[in-house]
């Protein structure tokens, strides 16, 4: 009892050191008045997760970790801020659900972030949004002088006067084909880009904006300085590293974009030729890349490219996939490599690993096994493997499949976990990932049971995304928990398919779809309309309010059945997939179906004629509306939303989750086009997009 009382009590006291540990980091805890914390979010945040420390060792591995912080600002404090007095201002209303509409800019002919790639948006306080946040985006094209490599947007939200603003935009005399990644302070942006072609020459560039200085069309050229003059130069200015191997020959690096490493002030770049490359003193010293005779680089394979490199304090290894389909685990300080089992004979292990800090695990995304009769109509699966983050040479993980694999797949993107996972007590939850890279798209779900994965080996096929034979490559998965939402929590994943998209509003191109997959939970108070999705993979609507009993009830399989949990009574909305429901139909004869009203409801039929005109809808989930001969039954808001995209999206990043009351229209996702299209403003081209989380409106 002693122990176990230890370990609790020191959790507690680890959570509020934690929140005065961000204040110092942010080097704004000189006072009560500068109590304020800031939020970058990159592609880094969707590689490196924490499920939830369950002892006072798991703790102690990711406590004084900043990612650890800024994801418990994401999903956790929101919801359930400190009982602190310091902090009672953090304590955020309900969000309101009415968002406004996507915004969109063109970033000029054939440019976006490219697959698999992100903005980078900084959030200058996490319990109030504001008009001076911003996101960043590389545009994917050759910059010149009239055109920006790399644009920062200012005025995202609705609540700020007029529309979104390019605050600045630069010619950094190359090509960004990867992810920038922000400083903590959010005054720097590092990024990789290349010059030259075919072989080209990679660069790694530091930069410090300055707000007014360029545009997209008209870039401004930021003062190019020496690496040890950079520190104290003035913005606009730029500093580069070109990447070199150990015999001072550069390198490129068209794939891997770089990874910060916060409490060391380090940068992990991998590239061609399986170099991965080290640089010190990023934002806070001197840039200095490190070279023979040290350690780095470290050429981990011969193969033409790497996945982006991450970085894991807990086992000091950074780690990287590659073309050939292996994962490479390389010490940190030493340079020593670890290399596991061949995990993807298709595409290559194109998107880096997640890493679960906490737990010590490592997930890996691969396009094609190397196995028969896994996947019940293919030779060959879309695989997940889970390895522990200190595995073994030729380690071959636990496999789960995910789909139909073929000779020639698409590339198998990193998925996205449920906030069970997180929040669970050890690990139990789901991993949503779009896998059949060599058939239709598909959505899977992958639950894991106290961190371990399905011992059938499968994932559970969760949604088809594209039409018969379709064959078109997904972007990555992003999980979205919005604790602030109208009427109480709600959650959604999104991802996007490049073509043949299934839902109507994708006109069977390319589209952005979300899924609501909002975990239910025990003993918890639920309002009328709140909504869940339930183990059978249905959503499930609050009918009378109530609190959840302590387990989950054995959950109905058929649109409009009830069941009673505690108190609680949910009414199914029947089977959940990306299809899009029709709208109603006048003077039309009706079986038992369901359909969309005109309030976004999904409303179920009893048999006969609708009537010529349509009806005022009863907007209650429960309730009832006549129409002529059929009766219609409200089953809650439709779980499903899309939005054409031509050609598909990059890689999707959430936004803060915070009240309307301090900025209307602050609780967003970002990402951009993969082909042009029309855009918000500037005409056709590759476009910057910010959406609703709740409606991608």
Same mark, same amino acid.
Request: some cysteine; charged content about 10%.
């Given at each position: ?5 230890a ?11 934690l ?16 109590? &304020? ?5 990159? /592609?880094?945040h ?17 406590v ?11 999903? *956790? ?7 602190v ?18 915004? %969109? ?33 590389? =545009? ?11 644009? @920062? ?31 903590? !302070? ?13 072989? @080209? ?7 410090k ?16 300085? +020496? ?11 730029? =500093? ?14 068209r ?12 940068? /992990? ?21 490190i ?16 996945s982006?490199?991450?970085? !894991? ?28 089992? *061949?995990l ?14 906490t ?7 691969? %396009? ?71 058939a ?16 059938s080996?499968?994932?559970? +096929?969760?949604?088809?995304?594209g039409?018969?034979?379709s ?19 709600? *959650? ?18 390319g ?6 997959d909002?975990?239910?939970?025990? =003993? =918890? ?11 059978? &993979? ?32 949910w ?12 709208? /109603?139909?006048? %003077? ?5 179906t369901?359909?969309?009203? +005109? ?17 005022g809808?009863?907007?209650?989930p ?31 990043? *959430? ?43």
């Open positions: 009892m002693r122990g176990i009382g370990r609790s009590l020191g959790y507690s006291a680890g959570v509020f050191t929140v005065v540990l961000g204040w110092i980091l942010t080097g704004q805890a000189a006072g009560p008045a500068k109590h &304020r914390i800031s939020l970058p979010t990159d /592609w880094s969707r590689h490196v997760v924490f499920s939830r420390p369950g002892t006072a060792e798991e703790f102690a591995r990711v004084d970790e900043p990612r650890f912080l800024q994801q418990m600002y994401r999903r *956790e404090f929101p919801a359930a801020p400190v009982a007095p310091a902090l009672a201002a953090m304590t955020p209303s309900k969000f309101n659900s009415t968002m406004r509409r996507d915004w %969109s800019v063109n970033l000029g002919s054939g440019g976006g972030l490219g697959q698999g790639n992100y903005p980078a948006k900084f959030g200058f306080n996490v319990t109030q949004a504001g008009c001076s946040d911003f996101v960043v985006y590389s =545009t994917g094209l050759q910059s010149s002088g009239t055109q920006a490599s790399i644009v @920062g947007f200012t005025n995202i939200y609705s609540g700020c006067a007029g529309s979104p603003t390019v605050n600045w935009g630069y010619n950094t005399n190359g090509l960004v084909l990867t992810s920038p990644v922000l400083s903590l !302070d959010g005054t720097q942006v590092a990024f990789v880009q290349t010059t030259g072609s075919p072989t @080209g020459q990679g660069t790694l560039v530091l930069l904006w300055a707000a007014s200085s360029g545009s997209i069309t008209l870039p401004a050229n930021p003062t190019s300085v +020496s690496n040890a003059a950079y520190r104290a130069c003035t913005a606009p200015c730029m =500093t580069t590293l070109i990447l070199r191997d150990r015999s001072n020959v550069a390198t490129d690096d794939t891997s974009s770089a990874f910060y490493d916060y409490k060391n002030d380090i940068l /992990w770049v991998g590239g061609a030729l399986g170099w991965v490359h080290k640089v010190t003193g990023a934002f806070i010293g001197t840039p200095t890349q070279l023979p005779p040290a350690a780095f680089p470290v050429q981990v394979s011969g193969q033409p490219w790497t982006s490199a991450v970085y !894991d304090r807990v086992s000091n290894n950074v780690f990287v996939g590659d073309a050939g389909g292996f994962v490479y685990a390389i010490n940190a300080t030493t340079g020593a490599v670890t290399t596991s089992a *061949e993807d004979f298709g595409a290559g292990i194109v998107d880096a690993p997640i890493i679960d800090q737990g010590g695990f490592l997930y890996v995304f691969a %396009s094609a096994d190397n196995t028969s009769g896994l996947c019940p109509s293919a030779a060959v699966c879309a695989a997940v493997y889970q390895l522990s983050t200190t595995f073994a040479a030729n380690a071959p993980g636990v496999e789960v499949g995910v789909g139909d694999s073929s000779a020639t797949p698409n590339a198998l993107y990193i998925g996205g976990f449920d906030s069970a996972y997180y929040t669970s007590a050890n690990r139990t939850g789901n991993l949503y990932v779009c896998g059949s890279t060599g239709i798209p598909t959505l899977y779900q992958v639950p894991i049971t106290a961190g371990v994965l399905p011992g080996g499968l994932g559970t +096929s969760f949604a088809p995304l039409q018969t034979a064959n078109a490559s997904c972007s990555p998965v992003t999980d979205v928990p919005n604790p602030n939402a109208t009427g109480g929590p709600s *959650e959604r994943v999104f991802l996007s398919v490049q073509g043949n998209g299934l839902p109507t509003a994708c006109s069977s191109g589209c952005i779809i979300s899924f609501l909002t975990p239910w939970k025990a =003993t =918890t108070s639920y309002a009328v309309g709140q909504q869940i999705l339930s183990s059978r &993979r249905h959503v499930e609507t609050v009918i009378t309010a109530g609190t959840s009993g302590g387990s989950a009830p054995a959950w109905t399989n058929s649109a409009g059945a009830t069941r009673t949990d505690g108190t609680v009574v009414i199914d909305q029947g089977v959940f997939n990306a299809s899009t429901l029709p709208a /109603w139909l006048g %003077s039309h004869p009706y079986g038992v369901r359909i969309i009203d +005109s309030s976004g409801n999904v409303e179920l039929s009893s048999a006969g004629t609708s009537g010529s005109l349509a009806p809808w009863n907007t209650t429960g309730g009832t509306t006549s129409d002529n001969t059929v009766t219609w039954k409200n089953l809650g808001a439709v779980g499903t939303f899309a939005l054409a995209s031509t050609g598909g999206t990059s890689g999707i990043i *959430e936004d803060n989750v915070v009240s309307p009351l301090t900025q209307p229209g602050a609780s967003q996702v970002y990402f951009s086009t993969l082909g042009n299209q029309a855009c918000g403003t500037g005409g056709s081209g590759g476009c910057a997009v910010q959406a609703s989380q709740p409606a991608l409106q």
